[in-house]
Every structure is written in structure tokens, then in C-alpha cells.
């Protein structure tokens, strides 16, 4: 079997500008609606309570708030989290001082757990979590840390590896591909919590390999192809790798497409951010990396060094 | 060309060897267990083992196997009705001294656990339970310390009868204020020799010598460092008390503990003992504002100077001294029983550290016929426990008597042994997971696993035809060591987990794409078939190591900044990557020398179809 069979270089750099724009659009979209709508938090962030309730039989959301809103619970709010059993009820942070911020928290949780039973005596507590203000300030702090220090990280590796121009290429076009996935849960108000932000990093990382591996053919299409002008490096080089940036992304999204329909609610959310993170993947490392490395200046002097030239016939004569 | 030299088949062979070992604890399962432990100075012994044993036979409880492992007894039977009788048995049987606590023990055979060979361990997402997260109050840490001083040395320049005009606190200094040069020289000296701990200095102002006792910074911390240790040693102790088996209680940064309970299935107990965010004090009664036993008094009515308003146990008003005589982190034990002298009356039995001793001695000396009162401090909130008359003076072990029942004296010796904290503390995090929640989420995590791997097999079978193969292969090879690594380490496995061995796997076979992908490139060049096969790893290695790399700088900065299910999902994505370039370049090379390394003359690879390229020579420009 065989997918993909070119016989020539695709001119994917003719059409750069396009692409360009079109990446341009997408970025600023998703800059805006991160601006106008911000990140759906989850509590890990934002402090507050969450809990899992699950009953004999279908319940509505609707009539959970009716029930805790008699109740006097305020500011609860309450979806479906999986099957038309199981709810989530969130309960945002008290505004009690600190220091009795538990005790608030303990006597709301109460409270809500015996409206419910009152109503319905199936209601089974499957899980709390409880988070004080504190904690998530440090961890928005320290998940920015994390994705400063891969960023850091990437680049100073490729720098070393590669060239700085690749390296700076690289970095944008990546995060380029978290903006987005960002957008995309600011626009649809999707949970962001810690696993969504661990998946936003692991694609991060992840996205990255697709770049090296169309720059590293870029350097050996330089040494080999002499002629060509850079445009034309980068096109074999695209054409080259296409089929198996294509094939290892499919074989991830096969596993991330098995834990989106069979993960449960738990992982939803962090299969979805992964399943865009490929998606914009394949794309901006391959097609928006390579015009900005284009536009960075890259030359053929930057890979094929002087002192090497002279090994240069020998390289060629290697490859039939 | 092509061939391994037997070595490296060796390595190969030894590495799944070693990874099936520790792989196969994981698929037993798991049997009903109870777990028996001793609380305070019971110990778990060999005559302890043949009571519980007599006594599950006695009540014709089957049992699979006993075995006492560290500071307690296991007993695993074979169904959970077992389980459920056998604990009411062992509680019967042994009383209070001990705890039995139901859980899970895997049902691995004994070798493999001789082995260490242990299966996977299971965060509380995947088996239930209730995690907490601790914030130790450190201000308050050091206000105690401040307060503990001004007493200290309140007393110390009373008993050398140094002669100091004011003594007092301010913000975190002690200051002491002296009318004569010789006094203040005198004490100057004495403070010296007591605390090497605290910076002294001296002044003056107003025409008084002022020397103010100032805590240095590396007692600071060393204060910080041994709140924290005993707050977790405190903790540790009221967690036995719930007889839960396997507890984490460790220190989560610099001011927070981490307390995790696994298969606890009543939170709220849990949380009563653990959450009690308690501190003990004594403090002497103050006896010239009583009129009988009685400060009713003052229901409505300000504390006087030096004085502290609290309320007793029975809601009755006391009125307590500000000095602090010791506090509950000097109480070592405090046990309840029964005075056999006096009519069998309930009491609780106190046992003291040294330094408490002392500070008790002292204190009781000239108090005798006068009253100290217990105080519990929750939450900000005094309550005092017991206001005893003190009947001589006290030394390192006395009791409190006079308790009306002996329920009281359980939950007061309770009190005041898991009261034991250096500071207060809160809960700034509770998570609280349902067992059928955490087997749910087992199952949806192995599913998604399963089922992603059968679509990776399909497709890769399908499209390199045996190449395929021998990439699903060194798959399943990565997936092994994975877990074999995960078992060996015992590194918590969490739902976050098992999608990052989910998503390894998917990004792993990467590697092997790359190389079959090079293979394919270079037969269409032209290359010959073992050629092909020599330089497409040759040349897919450089990318693998490099894509790895930066796949790894992400993993590594999740482990160090990732913090709860971040973490969890770190761990796995870093193993993961170390596996998965071992089994992509090392197992799949060797399977694929295996079948074609040797052999003189090969005609075609099995790697799908490449022979439309024979025409056209892809991308060569030049």
C-alpha cells in the first residue's frame, strides 16, 4: 500500500504567501476570541469545588440547578459529564475570607449533596475536589514556567543542532499551534485543566519533530542538491517527508481518536486539545516553519560550511 | 551484512526477559486483603501472627495466606465476604491496640513479590480514595517560637533573680527592658549561654537598657523545617489511627504535606481526624478572678489584663493566663485508664519530653491546689479540654483524673496525642475519588489504550506489509518495557497515566515510520534490498534521536514544573521516550536482521509497494 506517490516537488513555497495569510487569520482569530472570551478555567485554577454525582436514571441539568437554587447554593453550575446519569456540579469559591474559606466550602458542600438527596435518593457522590485559591495561582504560574522552558529548551537545541534561523522558525510555527489550540477552547469554552495543559506541552514538544525532520532533509537536500535555490530546497524537502509527517500523525491521532471515543469524560478534553495539536500540527511545522525560515534567510552557507565543501564530491558520489 | 552480533540479541533477549518478569505481576489481579496494624507501641509479632491465625480458624475464616511484611500482618483471602468477616474476627480478638484495615493485595504468586516484582501502583484516581493537600501555617509556626522565648526567658531571669523593668513582646522580637547597667549585663550574659539560636542585642533608649532577642535566619528556617517534620510526624500518627493501608503522608515544597489514603471509602472520618487542624497548650487557670469553680462572671464581661477568655467543655467560662507553660508538640503520649485506687474512676495517663518535663516541674512547683487548664486550639478556636487541679508537683509522666466517663478519657487521650502539631494547618486541596469511580476509569484508560494499538496494527500491517509487522512488534516490545519500567519503579500510575502510554505508543511507532519510510526511499534510489535496509536506520537514527529530544525537553519540563495529574502524565510520557528509542532502533533492527541479515542474496523487501518509483526518481531536482 502506498499513499502518497509525487513524482515531482510539490512548489508548496509559490504558494507560502497563502499559507502565511491563512496561518495569519487563524492566529489573530484565535488572539482575539482568548481576548474577548479568556480560558474556561477549571478549579485546579480558579479555586472552588467540584463534584461528580451519578444517578439510577437520566437526570436533567435543569432541574439540579432549580433544586440547588431553592436550596440557597448560589453560582452553581451544572452539566453533563458523560452519560445522562452522571452530572457535574461546580461550585466556584466562596468569598468568605481565607481563613474560613474550608468551613464555607464544607457547609456548601453539604448543603448541595442534601438538596439533592432530598430530591432524589439515588444520588451517589462519586468524587469532590476541593481547591483553596492559593494553590492555583502557582500552578498557572508554573505551567507558564513549563511552556517558557520548553520553548527555551527547543530552541537552544535546535540552535546547536541546526541553525538559529531554523531554531526561531521552529519555536514560531509551534507556538503558533498552541495560540490555536487556546483559541479553539476560548471560543467553544472548553475546560481547560492541568491535563489539557499537559497535552498542549506533550504536542508542543511533539510538533516539533515534524520540523526537524523536514529541516534535517532541507540540510541534506543543500549538500546534495546544488543548483536549486532555496525555495526549491524546501519543496523537495516538504515533498520528501510529506508521507511520513502524514503517516505518524495519522498513527498518533489513531490512538488520541481511540481516547476521545473511548476515554470517557475524563480524557475528552485532553484527547481534543491533542487531536487539534496534530491537526495544526502537520500543518504550521511543515508549511509555516519552512517560509518563515525562508524569510529568516537561510542559505546553503549556513549548512554546507566552507571547510566541508571540499568532502562535498565524495557525498554526492555516495548517493546513486 | 545485516547481522547482529549475538551479544546484542543477547541484550535484546535479557531486556524482555527482565520486562515480562516485572510486566507480569500487573495482569493477576488483585484479592481481598486485611491489613493489621499496632498502634503506638504494639507490636506485630510471630505471637501475634499465631493469635490471629487461631482465631480465624476458631470462627472457620478461610484464609489464602498470612504474612507479616514490615510493622504489619497481611492476611489475603479468597472472597470479600471472607475479607468483611475476618476483619470483626481480628477487632474482637485483638481490642484496641490495633487497627485492621480493609484493602487489596495484588494475588501475584510469592516468587514474583521475592523478585520485587510488584504490579504497577495505582493512583487514587484509578483505585479510590482520598487525597489531601496541607498548608502549614509557618506565621503561626513563629509566633509560637516568639511566645515560647518570652516565657522562657521571663522565667529563666526570674529564677537567676535578675532584675529587668519590663519584658515584652514585639512583632517577632522578645525585648527586655533594664533600669541598671549591672542587671542587664547579668541577664545579657545568661541569655547568651541559653540561646546561641537568637541574635541579642543591645540598646538604649529613654535612659533604659533595652537587650531585644531577635530569632537569627537559619533558625528561622530550622524552625520552618521542624514544624513541618513534626506536623507530618503528627499527621502519620492520627492516619494510623484509621488503620488505612499503604498512606502517603510526605512533604509537598516548603510549607505544605501531601496526604493520600487510598480505598478509604469514608471520607468524612478520614477528613475528621486528619482535618483537625489542632494544637495543645496548658496554661496555668487564673485563680484570683474565680469565685467558687466558676468564671460565669465574665460571660459578658472583658478578659482582664494577662488574662484570656475561654470556653470549657461543658460551655462553661474559664479564664486562662496569655503564658503558655508547654505546648502539645511535648506531649509524647497520653493514653486513657482507669485509677485502680480511687473506685476505678476513668483517667488519662500523660507522658512528657524531657524539655516538657522541666517546663511542667517548674510551672507546678509553686501551683500545687491551683488549676491547669488543657486547651485545644482548632481552627483558631481555644476550647478548653480539662481544667484539672493540680494535686503535687509534676515531672515527666503524671495524669489527669477526675474524668466522669471513660469515653471522655479515650477522646481527651485522643486529643491530646494526635494534638501534637507544631503549627496549625489547612486544607487547601481535597480531592475525594469513589472506588467505582477509579475502576471505571481503569477500564475506559485500558480500552483506549487496546483499541488504539489494534488501529496502529491494522494500518501498519496494512501499509508496510512485514516491515509492518516487525514495527508492531517493537511496539508491543516498547509497551512491555513501559510497563515493566512503571512496575519496577513503582511510580504512581494515574488515569493522566495511562494516556501518556497511550500517546507514547502512538508517537513511538513514529520512529518506526521513519525508518520504513527511509527504507522504502532508498530502494526506490535504487539501493539494493540489504542496503536499503543498512542505511534507511542509519539515516532515520539522526531524526529519531533529535525528534526525542525535543519530545523530551517537553516531558522533562512537565516533571519539574507539573505538579498532581501534570506530574503523572510526565513520568510515563519520560519513560516512554527512553523505551520507545530502545525498541524502535535496537528490537526492530534485530528482528528485521533476524529475518533477512545473511542471507546472500535477497531479491525484494516486504515493506509495501515501491515499485511505481522505478520510473521516477522522487524530488531529485538536481
Redesign the interface.
Known amino acids: 500500500?502506498?499513499?502518497f506517490?509525487?513524482?515531482k516537488?510539490i512548489p508548496f513555497m509559490k504558494h507560502a504567501l497563502l499559507f502565511n495569510v491563512i496561518s495569519l487569520l487563524t492566529f489573530l482569530l484565535a488572539v482575539f476570541f482568548l481576548w474577548k472570551n479568556g480560558l474556561h478555567l477549571s478549579i485546579?485554577f480558579t479555586g472552588g469545588a467540584v463534584m461528580?454525582v451519578k444517578y439510577a436514571q437520566a437526570v436533567q441539568p435543569d432541574q439540579i440547578r432549580t433544586t440547588l437554587d431553592k436550596a440557597g447554593v448560589v453560582g452553581a453550575e451544572v452539566i453533563k459529564f458523560g452519560s445522562a446519569q452522571d452530572i457535574l456540579i461546580r461550585l466556584p469559591r466562596p468569598a468568605a475570607v481565607d481563613?474560613n474559606q474550608?468551613?464555607a466550602m464544607e457547609s456548601i458542600k453539604g448543603r448541595v449533596m442534601a438538596a439533592l438527596l432530598a430530591t432524589d435518593k439515588s444520588a451517589?457522590?462519586?468524587?469532590?475536589?476541593?481547591?483553596?485559591s492559593?494553590?492555583g495561582k502557582?500552578?498557572a504560574y508554573?505551567?507558564a514556567?513549563?511552556?517558557l522552558?520548553?520553548c527555551i529548551?527547543?530552541l537552544a537545541?535546535?540552535a546547536v543542532?541546526f541553525e538559529w534561523r531554523f531554531a526561531v522558525a521552529t519555536i514560531i510555527a509551534n507556538l503558533h499551534d498552541v495560540v490555536i489550540i487556546l483559541g479553539f477552547f476560548a471560543f467553544f469554552q472548553w475546560e481547560f485543566?492541568?491535563?489539557v495543559?499537559?497535552a498542549v506541552?506533550?504536542i508542543?514538544?511533539?510538533s516539533?519533530?515534524e520540523s526537524?525532520?523536514v529541516f534535517?532533509r532541507a540540510r541534506e537536500?543543500f549538500r546534495?542538491?546544488?543548483?536549486?535555490t532555496t525555495p526549491?530546497i524546501f519543496?523537495?524537502a516538504i515533498?520528501?517527508t510529506i508521507?511520513?509527517t502524514i503517516?505518524?500523525h495519522?498513527?498518533?491521532?489513531?490512538?488520541?481518536?481511540?481516547?476521545l471515543?473511548?476515554?470517557?469524560p475524563?480524557?475528552h478534553y485532553?484527547?481534543l486539545a491533542?487531536t487539534i495539536g496534530i491537526c495544526f500540527g502537520i500543518y504550521s511545522s511543515v508549511l509555516v516553519a519552512c517560509p518563515i525560515a525562508n524569510y529568516l534567510g537561510v542559505s546553503r552557507e549556513d549548512f554546507v560550511k566552507p571547510v566541508k565543501k571540499e568532502d562535498e564530491p565524495e557525498v554526492i558520489s555516495a548517493?546513486? | 551484512m545485516n547481522k547482529y552480533p549475538a551479544w546484542k540479541y543477547v541484550v535484546i533477549a535479557l531486556a524482555l526477559v527482565m520486562a515480562l518478569i516485572y510486566t507480569v505481576p500487573n495482569l493477576f489481579g488483585e484479592s481481598p486483603a486485611v491489613q493489621v496494624s499496632g498502634l503506638r507501641t504494639n507490636k506485630i509479632d510471630v505471637a501475634l501472627q499465631t493469635r490471629v491465625t487461631d482465631a480465624l480458624k476458631s470462627a472457620s475464616v478461610s484464609t489464602d495466606s498470612i504474612e507479616i511484611h514490615g510493622e504489619s500482618l497481611r492476611i489475603k483471602f479468597k472472597d470479600a465476604d471472607a475479607q468483611i468477616k475476618a476483619k470483626d474476627v481480628i477487632t474482637a480478638t485483638l481490642g484496641e491496640g490495633y487497627v485492621a484495615a480493609l484493602f487489596n493485595l495484588s494475588s501475584s504468586p510469592a516468587w514474583l513479590s521475592r523478585l520485587n516484582a510488584f504490579p504497577m501502583y495505582l493512583g487514587l484516581d484509578l483505585r479510590g480514595g482520598v487525597h489531601f493537600l496541607m498548608q502549614v501555617d509557618m506565621k503561626a509556626a513563629v509566633d509560637k517560637a516568639v511566645d515560647r522565648y518570652l516565657g522562657e526567658s521571663r522565667a529563666l531571669l526570674r529564677d537567676k533573680k535578675i532584675f529587668y523593668s519590663g519584658i515584652a513582646r514585639e512583632a517577632n522580637t522578645v525585648v527586655v527592658r533594664f533600669k541598671e547597667r549591672v542587671e542587664a549585663d547579668k541577664a545579657l550574659k545568661e541569655l547568651g549561654t541559653q540561646y546561641a539560636e537568637l541574635a541579642i542585642r543591645e540598646s538604649t533608649q529613654a535612659e533604659q537598657i533595652v537587650i531585644t532577642l531577635t530569632m537569627k535566619p537559619e533558625t528561622m528556617v530550622k524552625l520552618q523545617e521542624s514544624a513541618l517534620q513534626q506536623n507530618i510526624t503528627a499527621l502519620r500518627k492520627r492516619v494510623n489511627e484509621l488503620g488505612v493501608s499503604e498512606p502517603i503522608v510526605q512533604q509537598q515544597g516548603a510549607d505544605r504535606i501531601l496526604i493520600q489514603l487510598a480505598g478509604v471509602t469514608d471520607p468524612a472520618r478520614a477528613k475528621d481526624v486528619i482535618g483537625r487542624t489542632a494544637t495543645l497548650e496548658f496554661r496555668m487557670v487564673a485563680e484570683e478572678y474565680m469565685a467558687g469553680r466558676n468564671f460565669e462572671q465574665f460571660r459578658n464581661e472583658p478578659a482582664p489584663f494577662g488574662t484570656e477568655k475561654m470556653i470549657g467543655a461543658s460551655d462553661e467560662i474559664v479564664l486562662v493566663r496569655k503564658l503558655v507553660i508547654l505546648t502539645g508538640d511535648k506531649v509524647t503520649d497520653a493514653q486513657p485508664g482507669f485509677d485502680s485506687e480511687q473506685g476505678n474512676r476513668p483517667l488519662v495517663n500523660i507522658r512528657l519530653d524531657g524539655a516538657g518535663g522541666r517546663a511542667m516541674t517548674l510551672a507546678t512547683r509553686e501551683n500545687v491546689g491551683k488549676n491547669m487548664a488543657v486547651i485545644l486550639i482548632e481552627k483558631g478556636k481555644p476550647e478548653v479540654l480539662s481544667w484539672p487541679t493540680i494535686q503535687s508537683e509534676l515531672g515527666a509522666q503524671f495524669r489527669i483524673t477526675g474524668i466522669s466517663s471513660s469515653l471522655e478519657a479515650k477522646n481527651l487521650a485522643l486529643l491530646m496525642r494526635a494534638g501534637a502539631l507544631a503549627a496549625p494547618m489547612e486544607i487547601i486541596e481535597e480531592r475525594t475519588i469513589g472506588p467505582s469511580l477509579g475502576a471505571e476509569n481503569i477500564e475506559k484508560g485500558k480500552n483506549s489504550l487496546l483499541f488504539g494499538f489494534a488501529l496502529i496494527t491494522i494500518f501498519m500491517v496494512a501499509y508496510y506489509s512485514l516491515f509492518g509487522v516487525v514495527s508492531v512488534i517493537s511496539l508491543a516490545a516498547n509497551l512491555l518495557f513501559l510497563i515493566a519500567l512503571l512496575s519496577m519503579l513503582q511510580a504512581t500510575l494515574t488515569l493522566p497515566g495511562i494516556a501518556a502510554i497511550a500517546l507514547t505508543l502512538g508517537m513511538a511507532i513514529d520512529a518506526n515510520v521513519l525508518i520504513n519510510e527511509r527504507i522504502r526511499e532508498e530502494l526506490r534510489n535504487g539501493m539494493s534490498p540489504q542496503m536499503a535496509i543498512q542505511t534507511g536506520y542509519e539515516r532515520a537514527l539522526d531524526t529519531i534521536i533529535d525528534s526525542n529530544v525535543t519530545t523530551l525537553i517537553a516531558g522533562l519540563a512537565l516533571l519539574i514544573w507539573g505538579s498532581g495529574p501534570v506530574r503523572g502524565f510526565a513520568v510515563v510520557h519520560c519513560l516512554g521516550i527512553m523505551t520507545s528509542i530502545f525498541s524502535a532502533v535496537m528490537v526492530s533492527r534485530g528482528i528485521v536482521n533476524f529475518i533477512y541479515g545473511g542471507r546472500k542474496k535477497v531479491a525484494s523487501l516486504a515493506i509495501g509497494n515501491v515499485s511505481w518509483a522505478k520510473t521516477a526518481k522522487i524530488a531529485k531536482a538536481s
Open positions: 500500500m502506498e499513499f506517490k509525487f513524482k516537488s485546579e461528580e481563613q474550608n468551613a451517589e457522590l462519586k468524587r469532590i475536589e476541593f481547591v483553596g492559593s494553590v502557582e500552578l508554573d505551567g514556567l513549563a511552556l522552558a520548553v529548551g527547543i537545541y535546535l543542532r485543566s492541568l491535563p495543559l499537559a506541552l506533550a508542543l514538544g511533539y516539533v519533530n526537524v525532520v534535517d537536500n546534495k542538491m546544488r543548483k536549486a526549491e519543496d523537495a515533498t520528501g508521507s511520513r503517516i505518524t495519522g498513527t498518533t491521532q489513531m490512538v488520541v481518536l481511540a481516547m471515543i473511548l476515554g470517557g475524563a480524557l485532553f484527547a491533542l548517493q546513486p
